[in-house]
């Protein structure tokens, strides 16, 4: 029942989506007509003939639903529509971008792909963990902070690549590092993170005594880690999506992300439209992908008895490091919540560091460090509000994994950038909005976590003597269930605060959350770019900032011991305790012929032993 539960909800909330996209006009909440009226002629007065002339024309006066049936009907015809502002067909333009983008993101997965090898091989080499705490911290730095700093020193201190346009190979340089980066050190972190566990299982060392080279032995622990992660690196390229808005911004690429970002900001809702269309289907086809890879590596034999990882076994970070790190942050959050962010000193416009304004002003003469502490506090307010609002749709979500997975798949393929240009585009951008889009996503790890708990709770043997006492359900779940479920979910919830606020950052640089004059870091940092050439200290302040918060993030993560509560954080809600290989512990190792890969891959030079019931 569970699979139809799934498939139901994942087709119920990709309709929604679907609907929300094409009802993008009507749900604005503002006159699409007049958007269209002042593209199509500055000076012409907007009176009512005018507005009604141009809703005739576009078929706004029709209603909602006939709306979502016409965008319907044209987009299985393939027909997107016309742009409202330049009044070209939107499917060109949506092909377009499409194509620069999905050329961006294939040298950001080279850039990836080559730096997860990098990170990988020191511990095929040792055979134990090492660097996990710098692929960490790689992983947790944004993109847009990323490609502010490879612009800002790459291109314009040194002069060595393009900092703008898509004219030649060289203008993909730069772009493809920012998002490629971030994406290699999640992927390494993840593969070194399990190697260690796996080169500890009973089928290396009888390979090992059998005399296998040491080659042979690294590239089947490969094929053995791989298969489990496969879905986490659909994901990753997802994120390559979302990233590449912020990205594509930065470096002026034509890219579908940029087009998107752009019609959202000028109101062209039917580029918009096709677009964010675009995109969505493109994390979609990503995660599908990812799936029949998995499928395909694992083979039937080995997907049939729910091949698992062991428990990783990550680099903790030392206890020192998010001390240090939260006493820099509080610091310079304290000092600057003494001073007015809001007072310009026209005589004082780009005023390099000095006693009076120890990180110099910025284009109005504002105090940076004044605007970069009262920022913090409105960006990790709303964070923790986000956080809360997240931590109580996991916990409800948990106790109904079935109806959560499908919802989550969608969350999940869905960026937080696309959403908040949704967002924005529905009820236009600013703080709310950013938190809305950033809720909407970031739910179901909490709901993975709490799922995977509540089955452990209830498979427990004192809920089993509960029951056979005649304690209520509600007694049950009250005093043992919940609290059992709440308390480290709400730990796991508070770790990804650091991470949300940066998410709100980012939709803050794209102009989509906090708008001026307020101090949030991402907007400082948007801002800090029209004269970052003159004035860098305003710019590497919020990105200092925003470093030192990913680092917070990953060194604090790394603190939480390893456990069943812990380790159950990023998972999918676990099956029935009748299927224990897939229930969120350890799978038996496979056998020594070939850990991850189809019965007969091979010559099998280990000595045979007989394999326990059960085992693949």
């Known amino acids: 029942m569970r699979p139809t539960a799934a498939g139901s909800t994942r087709a119920l909330a990709l309709a929604a989506v679907l609907a929300a996209v094409g009802l993008l006009p009507w749900l604005s909440g503002r006159d699409p007509a007049l958007t269209v009226l002042r593209a199509r002629s500055a000076e012409q007065e907007p009176t009512r003939e005018a507005l009604d002339a141009v809703r005739r024309d576009l078929g706004l006066d029709a209603g909602p639903l006939a709306l979502l049936g016409r965008w319907a009907g044209g987009t299985a015809r393939g027909d997107l529509g016309t742009s409202w502002v330049s009044g070209a067909e939107v499917l060109p333009s949506v092909v377009s971008g499409l194509q620069v983008s999905l050329a961006l993101m294939g040298a950001s997965l080279a850039v990836a792909v080559l730096l997860a090898c990098a990170l990988v091989a020191p511990v095929l080499v040792r055979g134990r963990a090492s660097g996990g705490a710098f692929a960490a911290m790689l992983a947790a730095v944004p993109e847009f902070l990323l490609a502010t700093v490879a612009l800002l020193v790459c291109g314009v201190w040194l002069g060595w690549l393009p900092t703008s346009g898509w004219r030649g190979p060289e203008h993909m340089v730069l772009p493809a590092v920012a998002l490629g980066v971030p994406a290699g050190g999640l992927l390494g972190r993840l593969v070194a993170d399990a190697l260690p566990a796996v080169l500890g299982e009973r089928w290396v060392e009888l390979w090992r005594g059998a005399g296998v080279s040491r080659a042979r032995i690294a590239a089947a622990a490969l094929r053995r880690v791989l298969p489990p992660l496969v879905p986490q690196s659909g994901m990753v390229a997802v994120g390559l999506a979302g990233g590449a808005v912020a990205v594509e911004t930065v470096f002026a690429v034509p890219g579908i992300g940029r087009t998107a970002l752009g019609a959202a900001k000028s109101q062209d809702l039917p580029l918009l439209q096709g677009a964010v269309l675009a995109l969505l289907v493109l994390g979609l086809v990503t995660g599908a992908l990812a799936a029949l890879v998995r499928r395909r590596l694992l083979g039937p034999a080995l997907r049939d008895a729910g091949l698992a990882l062991p428990p990783a076994r ?182 990804r605060l650091p991470g949300i606020a940066l998410a709100l950052a980012s939709l803050g640089f794209l102009g989509l959350g906090a708008q001026p004059p307020a101090p949030e870091w991402g907007l400082l940092l948007d801002e800090s770019r029209a004269y970052v050439e003159r004035a860098p200290w305003a710019a590497l302040a919020p990105a200092v900032a925003l470093a030192l918060l990913a680092g917070l993030a990953v060194s604090a993560s790394s603190l939480t011991r390893p456990g069943r509560t812990s380790g159950a954080a990023g998972r999918r809600p676990v099956r029935s305790p009748a299927r224990p290989a897939a229930a969120g512990g350890p799978c038996p190792p496979p056998s020594p012929a070939a850990p991850g890969a189809r019965p007969g891959a091979g010559p099998v030079p280990a000595p045979a032993r007989k394999e326990p019931a059960g085992e693949a």
């Open 314 to 495: 990550p680099v903790r970070a030392h206890p020192a490091v998010p001390v240090v790190l939260a006493a820099v942050l509080l610091a310079a959050v304290g000092w600057g919540l003494l001073r007015d962010p809001y007072a310009v000193d026209t005589t004082a416009r780009l005023a390099a560091p000095s006693w009076a304004y120890p990180l110099g002003t910025d284009g109005l003469g504002r105090d940076v460090l004044a605007r970069l502490g009262h920022g913090a506090a409105s960006t990790v307010g709303t964070a923790a509000a986000v956080c809360l609002l997240s931590l109580l749709a996991g916990l409800a979500l948990g106790f109904l994994p079935g109806f959560a997975a499908g919802a989550a798949d969608i969350a999940n393929a869905l960026p937080p950038v696309i959403v908040g240009i949704l967002v924005a585009a529905a009820a236009g951008p600013g703080t709310g909005g950013a938190a809305l889009a950033v809720a909407l996503i970031s739910w179901p790890p909490l709901a993975a976590h709490a799922a995977a708990l509540v089955q452990e709770v209830r498979a427990s043997a004192f809920l089993t003597a509960q029951r056979a006492i005649g304690a209520s359900p509600a007694w049950i779940l009250t005093r043992h269930v919940l609290p059992s479920v709440a308390a480290p979910v709400a730990r796991h919830a508070l770790l």
